[in-house]
């Protein structure tokens, strides 16, 4: 497959991710590491229904949103319900959890040799086999999700979501609930990180854990941190950019057995530096 | 006749320091009452507990004859009592009227679902409110400044803000942290005239206060507190002409 | 039989992770960072310990070593990173993202020189098998964890309570304001805690490795372990933490009787879960 259309294809698709990280992590402030879980549980279960010829992929893509929304709200309720840092031990948790599902339970996920040969996206009766309708489909996602993203920030919602970054005890005091606007921005990000997920799933053709493992979740916060916190330019920056990186790394002569850890090593040393030097982000608003 | 807002055996302690000790008062709807008392004699307390940001151990408050015990923050607003911070607590990056729209009720599109599926019908409903929101600035004199970012307004303006935004809520029952502290000589006149006519507009008022003047020039009635228990409760003048009562607050420097 | 056997390897784990949980925990509630990255120092020391002896080094210089290395990188990650974020009065949120991102840069440098692959250690004697009561066995490396991890929980407890710069660190833990008011000088303690902290989980960091061998990554799972028994145990216990560490360890040792190894992390998982809806407080939050 042409290069081009494949970055474009996978840089929309993160595109989502980041928004949903964005609205997680930047927006309603909760540090999580398992947002990778949570795309992960929405490329299986289309993967699943695909396969499986439950239904075709809008109807299995509507599921995974849904089932992303419920993973999402329960994965952050502990972390505006309970105080101190016991939401990191929870984000951790239901990372490494995921991964040991994704890895053990080999009848729903085939184990770490991952589920082969997912059919190719539909769209009403028609299936999208060759891979420009493919991108096609995957961008149109991404500018869908872009203009929800804006639609929602430019509403009152977004107008509450800023406010409560400023000063929670202010917008209580406002009569208004922090809770429910948070919970709701949770939502939202579950629900694009679920379609991120299926997306992702009939692209490839091919998913297995390692694509939803906790260096995934690293990366879609580095995503965020290095586009920047907030804003939609932040969230789509951030991605295409951090695609790039592993083609630039091919430049350098790097030996193949540590290019993973490289990578990863760069994503560990952009965080640092843009907490240091530029908590914004490249175009967005302080952390 | 039941008690517009009514406190009764109020007690709240942090750790083994009471802040309230058996505190009880009423107060009456569409009087401006005041609250005073030396520093530390658990005047925002009583602010905190009436408008649900801490709940007392024991005691209870009622409004309109209505137990708000347990209640959250945002269902007193809703309720009808909203109050505002003695270190105001604005949102600095948004502008003017942004904070007094983020504290307007009932909002189409607050919620992501409505913003999403019905963006004209938002937009729509938000330039109503936008006007709205200008009525009440204009209300408190700060139309000019609707478009301004808070960090540049003044602070005798920032002031008028917080009561413009406390104005927002539509609540009946407005509870104002020392909303005449620090402003100069012109400004405070100006506050005093504002919460005057929020009285005539069928507000109720119940205002921390440490200066005696502003107290005697507003108040209807005064509660003065001390070490988290209510010492008296009168006309200003009684209160602000009683020795004893003074030698508590001024140490006897007066 | 099998039980017993799985009693006995659930104390060893539990004594090691007791060590990472009181270590993890000295830092918490001294400097109140989420201190993700002490994974990485964890993992550090089994790899410098391990390089030390392909080198040719003696044993216990080889731990020595890999100990003065974990104090001198916990050191430089509060003086580097933390003291810096602090200054810029940077968020709890950037703080923690910070933390994670030393994590990975700590990690992958390891996976980098290292290659990912499991490293076995190479000493002979470490596999020596010891009978404890009929077929119950344990090695020597098992019962060196045992007793290094008593001697450390042993060292610490009489630190912060006989010692005066102990007592310092828990007064800066108890109250910074006061403490910073009295001269006590936190930035400079919290220095100290980080490379205590540091020093401490290098115990566990070489001992652990020595039966299960080293992997870049494997550093999350004791640590996200460690910090679910301190805060069962109650946030600021010694005792607290290291005694629900072994709590923990004996009932993923025991589980595996019922359940196979594989889902242990949800056994720790769910035990965590249980904690925040019955006990979010901890089982020895008042004896501090």
Known sequence: MDFWLSYLTLASIYVLLGLSTNLLVGIAGIFSVSQAAVFGVGAYIVAYFLMNDVMSFLPALAIAAVCCIALNILVTLPALRVSGDYFVVTSFGIQLLATAVFTNWTDGTGGANGLPGIPPPDLFGKALEDSSSETMLCVGGMVLGCLIFWLVMRAPFGRLLRAIREDELAVAAAGKSVLRAKVSAAALAGAFAGTAGGLYATFLSFIDPSSFDLDSSILLLTMVVVGGARTLAGSIIGPFLLLALPQILTLVDIPTTIAAAARQLIYGVLLIAFMLFRPQGLAGEKL | MTPYLQATGVEVSFGGLKALNDCSFTIQQGRITCLVGPNGA???????????????????????????????????????????????????????????????????????????????????????????????????????????FVRNLSYGEQKLLIIARVLATGAELLLLDEPASGLSAGALEGVMTLLRRLQDDGKTLLVVEHNTRVVQKIADDVLFLHQGHLMAQGSPETIVNDPALAEIYFGGAL | MLALQLLCNGIVTGCALGIVAISFSFVYSTTKIFHVAHAGVYTMGGYIAWSMLEHGFPAPVAFLVAVAACTALGALIQTGLYARLEQRRATHLVVLIASLGALAVIQNILASVYSANILQFNLPWGSKVFTVVGDVRLTVTQLLTVVCSLAAYGAVMWFSHGTILGKQIRAVASNPFLAEITRLRPRRVHVYVMAIASALVCVPGVLVPLDFGLQPYNGITPLLTATIAMIAGGVGSITGAFVLAIVIAELQNMSLLFIPGEWSIGITFFIFVIFMLFRPTGLFAAAR
């Open chain 2, 42 to 148: 658990g005047k925002t307390t009583i602010f905190n507990v009436i408008t649900g940001f801490l709940r007392p151990g024991t005691g209870s408050v009622s409004f309109k004859g209505q137990a708000l015990d347990g209640w959250k923050p945002q269902a007193i607003v809703a309720a009808g009592i909203a109050r505002t911070f003695q270190n105001l607590r604005l949102f600095i990056d948004l502008t003017a009227v942004d904070n007094v729209l983020a504290s307007l009720p009932g909002q189409v599109g607050e919620e992501p679902v409505a913003a999403i599926f019905r963006p004209f019908h938002v937009g729509s409903a938000q330039r109503r409110r936008r006007e709205e929101a200008r009525a009440i600035l204009d209300r408190v004199g700060l139309s000019a400044r609707a478009n301004d």
